[in-house]
């Protein structure tokens, strides 16, 4: 293929109508197909549909420590749902702290309680003298800055590169202003990018120097058990930041975050906090206001079907066998559409759930209007931003794992059209 760049004008212009007829074409179909978000499969949320069944009678729902689970009380959760969130959270059991069904809902209640509470007895954050700030590693996960949105801490873009977030730029930012208070980071297959921390990332995140004494690093595991190539896993494996934070003398810095909500039923799931002792001491106390326990049944429904981490890896191992295909064909039919053209970039990632993808400065939002006028939605443009603004305007995250193969290929077929076609309109410009 000729570079978009490199035609000369009359090629440029037979390419433009040839690709704005086979768009016109794709419209004419009728598609209505939708990768907006990374939400499993029919078929991966079978795999779990056993576990609904897994208690039927009186005596099935009893802890391993005799606690009735129908009733109130345990307000850090089960033994066993403890045992299997430290899976998750690489860290102990007794450092875990089981919540409900959701680790966005945790996210969002630790920086209220951050806000209204501090940290260990630092002031709290909402009674600074200034605006609290984040950093927030771009391309990054919405939701993350949905949240800071809405409490209304300002957010700092950092570049999120292959080791992790740029390193020499969170240090001097962290150094210099108090009023930086925290990071986000999605350390496994980070979300879009599908990127994996590396150890030195992580022993320096731990060890900074930070002019904010309370400042705290939010941990978010969502993709820690979600590869894609089963014999490749080991070579994803993540520095602990709770050990890391030990060894630098900042043993409070992190809170950890993990879910099931992608390994059995999204909004059915467990959620569950990891952090040092006087973190989780102020947490519970905290908490003892707001909950008496949340679900034992979802817990221990989760810890029986899921007991060890043999299990959870086998059972992560047939969720891959599902979603593998779909990624290898994203692959594909990128690196056949549009290698060669030098319009766009893009991420092959060994796990998680989306592929990053890069195109001309000016065009993501244009090429996301094309999709949807062509009866394929997409995430939005700018949404792996903070406030949606991406300032080059060219990163669309593609969530490949939802759609049957069929359909997957449609809607990539009919985005690498719509690719081409924003970039050649740029072009023309």
């Known amino acids: 293929m000729v570079a978009y760049g490199k035609m000369s004008a009359e090629e440029s212009r037979e390419e433009l109508h040839r690709v704005q007829a086979q768009y016109a074409a794709i419209q004419a179909r009728g598609l209505s197909l939708n990768m907006a978000r990374g939400k499993p499969a029919a078929a991966q949320l079978d795999l779990s549909t056993p576990m609904l069944t897994l208690l039927q009678a009186r005596e099935d729902c009893f802890s391993e420590d005799g606690t009735d689970c129908r009733n109130y009380g345990v307000i850090d959760g089960i033994p066993e749902a403890k045992r299997l969130m430290a899976y998750l959270l690489d860290d102990d059991p007794e450092n875990v702290f089981v919540f409900g069904n959701a680790s966005l809902t945790i996210m969002h209640d630790a920086i209220a309680r951050c806000l209204d509470f501090g940290c260990l007895g630092s002031t709290p954050w909402a009674a600074l003298d200034g605006p609290v700030r984040f950093l927030c590693p771009v391309p990054g996960y919405d939701r993350h800055f949905a949240i800071l949105e809405q409490f209304g801490i300002q957010m700092t873009p950092v570049p999120l590169t292959d080791s992790g977030p740029d390193m020499d730029e969170v240090e001097a930012l962290v150094d210099a202003d108090a009023h930086i208070k925290g990071i986000w980071c999605v350390p496994k297959y980070s979300n879009p990018s599908g990127i994996t921390y590396t150890d030195e990332t992580v022993r320096r995140l731990a060890r900074m120097e930070c002019a904010a004494e309370d400042f705290r690093i939010f941990w978010d595991n969502a993709y820690c058990v979600h590869h894609l190539y089963a014999e490749k896993e080991r070579q994803d494996r993540v520095l602990d930041i709770g050990i890391a934070c030990v060894e630098a003398g900042n043993p409070d810095r992190y809170l950890k975050f993990a879910s099931t909500s992608k390994i059995t039923f999204p909004g059915a799931g467990v959620a569950a906090l990891a952090a040092s002792p006087a973190n989780l001491t102020e947490a519970k106390r905290l908490c003892n206001a707001q909950m008496i326990g949340h679900d034992k049944l979802n817990q221990l429904r989760h810890a029986r079907f899921l007991p060890t981490a043999e299990a959870l890896a086998a059972h992560m ?39 990053s993808f890069d195109g001309l400065p000016g065009t993501a939002a244009r090429t996301v209007e094309l999709a949807k006028a062509a009866g394929v939605i997409l995430t939005d443009a700018g949404a792996t931003w903070p406030y949606g603004q991406d300032p080059q305007d060219a990163n669309i995250r593609i969530a490949p794992t939802m759609p049957p193969l069929e359909e997957l290929e449609q809607a990539m077929m009919a985005f690498c059209c719509c690719a081409k076609l924003a970039a050649l309109e740029a072009l023309e410009a």
Do not use: C, M, N
């Open 317 to 355: 191992d047939a969720q891959a066998d599902i979603i593998r295909p779909k990624f290898q064909l994203v692959q594909r039919i990128l690196d056949e559409e549009l290698s060669g053209l030098e319009i766009a970039t893009w991420t092959d990632p060994r796990g998680g759930y989306f592929v």
